[in-house]
């Protein structure tokens, strides 16, 4: 089919073939299907794939495999989307609603951009891998929502231009970074990685009753001012034994307990 076409209704690619993956606007679901064996998917090189519904990937491989091509998949809907466990070169979210990454792995070679006041949210055991870099246009309404219990759900390190928020249903691990505005939600602890600390350049909030734990090795630096929080009973709770664990001066709206040993 030609490049740049707008579809308003869904399109299922389906071959045990290897094909090529066109570019455009799909107001309906994209569907890639198939057993697929030895053969290859490929998206159009570089090419733009704006998807105002959701992106259904149930292809299976033998030695074959998604190929992305410098291509970005942009989730555009006005509502919630299911975000498709494959390849990305550059992945990108806007308008209102939660785009959801419900399983397996998404590995991002390029970039991952959160716009409009989109909520891009892991759940289950899904994971983020790969170099992406991190964009937005609204650091504190754009929002990665890291709801994913798997060990490692995001790559440690990274530079968040959006918020983040940590927001399982339990215990969960936060991951070393630079943080925008770093937001701990849901129900648990989450305890941050031992191996290194973490920025945040914005506000680090504690909300749902849960508890942040910072252990020794885990410093919070950064311009961050404030730890705020929707009810009385968050915790930060530092067992961290550093000199400076938190900066001084901070304005606490949660309890705060130092226990070291």
């Known amino acids: ?4 076409e707008i579809y308003n209704f869904n399109v299922e690619y389906n071959s045990t073939a290897a094909q090529n993956i066109m570019a455009g606007t799909y107001n309906q679901d994209l569907a890639i299907s198939g057993a697929r064996g030895a053969t290859n998917v490929t998206c159009q090189s570089g090419g ?4 105002n519904n959701n992106f259904i ?4 491989f033998g030695t074959g495999t998604f190929i992305p091509s410098g291509s970005t998949f942009n989730y555009n809907g006005a509502g919630v989307q299911t975000v498709a466990a494959v390849p ?3 992945l990108s979210f806007n308008n209102n609603g939660i785009k959801t990454l419900p399983n397996g792995t998404a590995n991002i070679a390029g970039s991952l951009t959160i716009n409009n006041n989109a909520t891009f949210a892991t759940t289950n055991t899904a994971t983020l891998i790969g170099a992406f870099t991190t964009f937005t246009d609204n650091a504190l309404t754009s929002i990665l929502r890291i709801g994913s219990i798997a060990a490692t759900p995001v790559p440690a390190g990274k530079i968040y231009a959006f918020s983040v928020s940590y927001n399982a249903g339990g215990n969960q691990t936060v991951f070393p970074g630079t943080y925008s505005n770093l937001i701990i939600e849901g129900s648990g602890t989450k305890t941050h990685d031992a191996s290194a600390g973490s920025s945040i350049g914005g506000i680090l909030t504690i909300n749902d009753n849960c508890t942040f734990s910072l252990p020794t090795g885990a410093n919070l ?7 705020n929080s929707n009810t009385a009973n968050s915790t930060l709770f ?3 034994t550093s000199p400076t664990p938190v900066p001084a001066g901070l304005i606490y709206n949660s309890i705060v307990e130092y226990n070291g040993s």
Do not use: E, K, M, R
């Open 1 to 4: 089919v030609p490049t740049g």
């Open 48 to 51: 733009t794939f704006t998807l």
């Open 57 to 60: 990937y149930t292809a299976t």
């Open 88 to 90: 990305y070169t550059n």
């Open 221 to 227: 630096t950064g311009s961050f001012t404030n730890v």
């Open 238 to 240: 530092i067992t961290n």
